[in-house]
């Protein structure tokens, strides 16, 4: 059986590295795929079942990517039918109230604001693969 993947819409290097190095510290034995934008994303969440790509459990989701940002990715999955009970968890830099309330109102799951200091945002991440991948029942995404 393969392992569903983690997909992670994040276009800054160093924030990419620390999710690494927080689900290696917390044992994260799922694939790790990256989308450098929200328009890769959406083409990584759709790839059929003959893709290279695995199925995806969650997807983290910077708001400010190129292309469609995560505001879009978020509108679009909460649309398909497909991916619509997909847990999605914001990481983003904006503290905004307008796009905390956004991001709710259009299905996200969780909304955490990227510390700047990196050992909090390492802690931030380890507690967000806990929660997501240890203590929570993941709804199953229909392969049909």
């Known amino acids: 059986m393969r392992l569903q993947q983690i997909v ?12 690494q190095d927080a689900a290696r510290l917390c044992g994260v034995v ?3 795929v990256r989308a450098n934008s929200g328009t890769e994303c959406l083409r990584l969440l759709r790839s059929g079942e003959g893709s290279r790509y695995r199925q995806t459990m969650l997807v983290l989701l910077d708001l400010n990517t190129p292309g469609d940002d995560g505001r ?21 830099a904006s ?23 990196h050992a909090l945002h390492l802690k931030v991440l380890q507690s967000i693969f806990a929660y997501w991948l240890g203590s ?3 709804p199953v995404r229909s392969t049909s």
């Not at 992670?8 to 999710?19: K, N, Q």
């Open 136 to 138: 929570v029942v993941l």
């Open 8 to 19: 992670v819409v994040e276009d800054t290097d160093e924030d990419f590295d620390t999710i």
């Open 72 to 92: 879009e990715v978020l509108r679009q999955v909460r649309c398909d039918d497909a991916l619509c009970l997909l847990p999605v968890v914001v990481l983003s």
């Open 30 to 32: 799922h694939p790790i």
């Open 95 to 117: 503290a905004d109230a307008r796009d905390l309330q956004f991001c709710y109102a259009n299905g996200a799951n969780a909304y955490h604001v990227k510390p700047v200091d």
